[in-house]
């Protein structure tokens, strides 16, 4: 990566921790990834409780590995038998005492905008879990609202289509169609605005790109 974007990441993260301060949120920055899963992990301690969702993100850092390392009680959905048990472990994810997730995208004045099918993902965020940590590249990064749920629903959205085969619209030329298809993930969209408990939503921003 060469020295433009440091800088840019660099002043551009800035003004998020800014507006997520504003918001009531908890915000890190990170120069690399690497340094970024490592503040993750840090701010969950010894045997606490630790869910997440599908996150691309937590996956390509590592962290839902090293997680399943350390001394924690784990719920990973992907560790189960049948449909049964995934959803029995994603309602304990739900209530977990950190969840770990990333977001579709991040305005510049610290909004997080997400776009989930079921919405487990966003009930955690929302509500269920008692700490919330958002790991997000900069690649995430949008100017405003209107531009986030832009890159949400023709970006992120269309790619984690890819991800999991569907036969929605998206899937036939790339855009999306909001579509009410039966395999459609695009049930719920939440613009988080405001953490009214301050502090329980916690964000670590790195200077690089993972996950979409």
Known sequence: MSGFYEK???????????????????????????????????????????????????LELGITERVHAGDYTVYDRDTAKDFMERDAIQRQALQADYFLMSTNAIT???????????????????????????????NKVAPDEESAVKRVRHHAAVINNVRYKTTSPCMTDGVCHDCLSDTCLCGQLVITRLCKVKG???VVLFGGSAGF
Request: proline residues 1%; glycine residues 16%.
């Open 8 to 58: 840019y990441y660099e002043i551009a993260s800035a003004k998020i921790l800014q507006g997520l301060a504003a918001r009531g949120m908890d915000g890190h920055y990170c120069a690399t990834a690497e340094e970024a899963a490592g503040k993750a992990l840090s701010l969950i301690p010894a045997g606490a409780s630790v869910g997440w969702g599908g996150s691309q993100t937590i």
């Open 108 to 138: 510049m004045d610290g909004k997080l905008v997400n776009l989930d099918g079921m919405g487990n993902r966003l009930a955690a965020m929302i509500y269920g879990a008692r700490n919330v940590i958002v790991v997000a590249g900069m």
């Open 200 to 202: 329980r939503i916690k």
